[in-house]
């Protein structure tokens, strides 16, 4: 079992920086393919990023490419998410999702393992 736990959410004001962390426990995380999600009142839960095991060639969603970064270290068994550039429409709830399998990343039923999620908001 995988136990999956965010952290660093809060309040900024637009053009702000926040980074999220998603603690990784119950197996080794340097196994895990990692996504990063988030869901805003009233709408579907949507792609943010995800990284690889190895931590190399993250991906992202266009809405926050050149803006987030995903990192990992493994040694910690944690996963980051370097929110800059902060816009009021970043405002959502943010979990992290764990699974062994990376394909198929942008959807959410490719991660079998979910956090409980952590509150961004973001002021105009």
């Known amino acids: 079992q995988v136990q999956l736990v965010e952290s660093g959410g809060g309040s900024v004001q637009a053009g702000g920086s926040l980074r999220l962390s998603c603690a990784v426990s119950?197996?080794?995380?340097?196994?895990?393919?990692v996504g990063w999600f988030r869901q805003a009142p009233g709408k579907e839960r949507e792609f943010v990023s995800t990284?690889?095991?190895?931590?190399?060639?993250?991906q992202y969603s266009d809405s926050v490419k050149g803006r987030f970064t995903t990192s990992r270290d493994n040694a910690k068994n944690t996963v980051y998410l370097q929110m800059n550039s902060l816009k009021p429409e970043d405002t959502a709830v943010y979990y992290c999702?764990?699974?062994?399998?990376?394909?198929?990343?942008?959807?959410?039923?490719?991660?079998?393992?979910w956090g409980q999620g952590t509150q961004v908001t973001v002021s105009s």
């Open positions: 990284i690889s095991p190895s931590g190399l060639d993250p």
């Open positions: 999702a764990a699974d062994r399998a990376g394909g198929g990343y942008r959807a959410t039923d490719s991660y079998r393992y």
């Open positions: 119950g197996r080794t995380a340097s196994i895990y393919y």
